[in-house]
Every structure is written in structure tokens, then in C-alpha cells.
């Protein structure tokens, strides 16, 4: 999978910007349909302007963390915004959530205009896009939604809401993370700035300050003990954040 971080480059507003949050406040994802036929770019470009729909004053920026592209390059995953910003997306549930937009205009629920749904490369993409996500933010599938679970009966569309309560009904998104070894652990605390000193496999005295440090940060249980929820927290600082 490739994710083509595009958070620098696409345009921001001349003064707005999101507010941030630590990675441990994510609690779920959310998954959105563009409801027209336009492009992440021009999507983008609605967002700041004023007097979009969103915000009068208008957005900081795109207003989802990823986008999937159905023009152009086909399935193409885009990154708009950092994970730990607040992005403007599921009133009430912005803190706590990521967003996902697929272009298109698919029909759903109360819509009966626009395509059957997402393409085949687009539905891919979201499969790699949800599972990956799960698994670096320590997810289970019951964290994955529509928008409308939460008001928006016709988001993302028929298709795209068919494969969300598959998903949200089976057990294929986790994955292991119980065979890492204490030097992976090691490497990651360091890489992601929680010196823990060389990557031996001996948890010392500095590995188990660097993962205190890093369970406080991230809201897990301060207790230096690299568990299941520790090591899934630990891969949600990629590179493409």
C-alpha cells in the first residue's frame, strides 16, 4: 500500500488551522463519500474557501485525513492531514475519529442518484487504508463507521456501507504484533523519539522510562509493561504521519 502524502502541498487557508490532539485520543474511523464529482484538489479548494457548507468563515484545509481517489489514478490514497489533527468532518465526533473520503457520487440510502459505488481500485484501497489504520492506532473492526452511523443515511453509499458492517463484523483486520521482539520495540521508542538507548533486547532501566513515556503520551496505562495495547500504540507514528 502507498500513501501519498499530499498535507504540505494542497493549499491551506490564508489563517485557519486545525486544532491537534494526541494519537491516544483516536477511537475510531469514519468513512465518507465525496457526494460529487469532483477531485481531492477541488474538494480541497471548497473546504477553505468561505461560505462552504462546513464553516462560514471556511475550513483550515481538506476536511478528511485521507482521500481515495476515483479520477485520475484509480484507488490512489492520499494524506491531506496529520493524524493528529482535529479535521472537521462527523460533527461531535472529530476528536475522536479520522475521516476518510472516497471521490465519487454513489448512491445510498434515500439517494437514488450517482453511481452503484466506489470502484474496485477505490474499495482495495479502503480495505488496505481501514486495516492498516486498525492496526497502528491499536482499533478493533467495531471502530470502523459511516458517516452514516452518525446522521448521513446516503454516507458513503450503498456499496461502501455494505462492506463496513462486513468488516465491522469480522475478526481479519487485527493483527499479531505478539512476536516483536524487545529490539523492534526498542528501534520504534527510539525512531520515534523515546530514547531507549541501544536496541539490545534487554528492558532496562532506559527502555522502561522511554515506554512510560510513551504509555502516558498516548493515554495507555503508565506501567512499563510492553502489552498488547503498547505495541499496537507504538506503530501508529508512520512516516506518513
Same mark, same amino acid.
Given at each position: 500500500?502507498?500513501?501519498?502524502?499530499?498535507?504540505?502541498?494542497?493549499?491551506?487557508?490564508?489563517?485557519?488551522?486545525?486544532?491537534?490532539?494526541?494519537?491516544?485520543?483516536?477511537?475510531?474511523?469514519?468513512?465518507?463519500?465525496?457526494?460529487?464529482?469532483?477531485?481531492?484538489?477541488?474538494?480541497?479548494?471548497?473546504?477553505?474557501?468561505?461560505?462552504?457548507?462546513?464553516?462560514?468563515?471556511?475550513?483550515?484545509?481538506?476536511?478528511?485525513?485521507?482521500?481515495?481517489?476515483?479520477?485520475?489514478?484509480?484507488?490512489?490514497?492520499?494524506?491531506?492531514?496529520?493524524?493528529?489533527?482535529?479535521?472537521?468532518?462527523?460533527?461531535?465526533?472529530?476528536?475522536?475519529?479520522?475521516?476518510?473520503?472516497?471521490?465519487?457520487?454513489?448512491?445510498?440510502?434515500?439517494?437514488?442518484?450517482?453511481?452503484?459505488?466506489?470502484?474496485?481500485?477505490?474499495?482495495?484501497?479502503?480495505?488496505?487504508?481501514?486495516?492498516?489504520?486498525?492496526?497502528?492506532?491499536?482499533?478493533?473492526?467495531?471502530?470502523?463507521?459511516?458517516?452514516?452511523?452518525?446522521?448521513?443515511?446516503?454516507?458513503?453509499? *450503498?456499496?461502501? /456501507?455494505?462492506?463496513?458492517?462486513?468488516? #465491522?463484523?469480522?475478526?481479519? $483486520? %487485527? @493483527?499479531?504484533?505478539?512476536?516483536?521482539?524487545?529490539?523492534?520495540?526498542?528501534?520504534?521508542?527510539?525512531?520515534?523519539?523515546?530514547?531507549?538507548?541501544?536496541?539490545?533486547?534487554?528492558?532496562?532501566?532506559?527502555?522502561?522510562?522511554?515506554?512510560?513515556?510513551?504509555?502516558?503520551?498516548?493515554?495507555? *496505562?503508565?506501567? /512499563?509493561?510492553?502489552?498488547?495495547?503498547? #505495541?499496537?500504540?507504538?506503530? $501508529? %507514528? @508512520?512516516?506518513?504521519?
Amino acid at each position: 500500500m502507498n500513501i501519498i502524502d499530499r498535507i504540505d502541498e494542497l493549499p491551506w487557508h490564508p489563517t485557519r488551522r486545525w486544532s491537534t490532539r494526541g494519537l491516544g485520543a483516536i477511537r475510531k474511523i469514519i468513512i465518507h463519500q465525496e457526494l460529487g464529482n469532483g477531485t481531492i484538489e477541488q474538494v480541497n479548494d471548497y473546504h477553505i474557501s468561505p461560505g462552504n457548507h462546513i464553516s462560514e468563515n471556511g475550513c483550515p484545509h481538506f476536511s478528511y485525513h485521507y482521500g481515495i481517489r476515483k479520477s485520475g489514478t484509480d484507488g490512489e490514497i492520499i494524506q491531506a492531514n496529520a493524524l493528529n489533527h482535529i479535521v472537521w468532518h462527523a460533527k461531535g465526533q472529530n476528536t475522536a475519529s479520522v475521516g476518510i473520503m472516497l471521490e465519487g457520487f454513489f448512491k445510498g440510502p434515500g439517494q437514488e442518484l450517482g453511481a452503484e459505488g466506489p470502484t474496485p481500485a477505490q474499495m482495495d484501497s479502503l480495505r488496505q487504508l481501514v486495516g492498516h489504520l486498525t492496526n497502528i492506532l491499536g482499533l478493533s473492526n467495531q471502530d470502523v463507521y459511516g458517516h452514516y452511523h452518525y446522521g448521513k443515511p446516503a454516507c458513503p453509499g *450503498t456499496k461502501a /456501507g455494505e462492506w463496513i458492517e462486513r468488516f #465491522r463484523n469480522s475478526e481479519d $483486520a %487485527e @493483527t499479531d504484533v505478539a512476536d516483536l521482539s524487545i529490539e523492534q520495540v526498542q528501534e520504534r521508542l527510539n525512531r520515534l523519539g523515546y530514547d531507549c538507548g541501544a536496541a539490545d533486547g534487554i528492558v532496562g532501566i532506559r527502555t522502561l522510562a522511554a515506554v512510560r513515556r510513551f504509555q502516558k503520551e498516548y493515554g495507555l *496505562t503508565v506501567d /512499563g509493561v510492553i502489552g498488547p495495547q503498547t #505495541r499496537y500504540r507504538l506503530f $501508529a %507514528e @508512520t512516516e506518513e504521519v
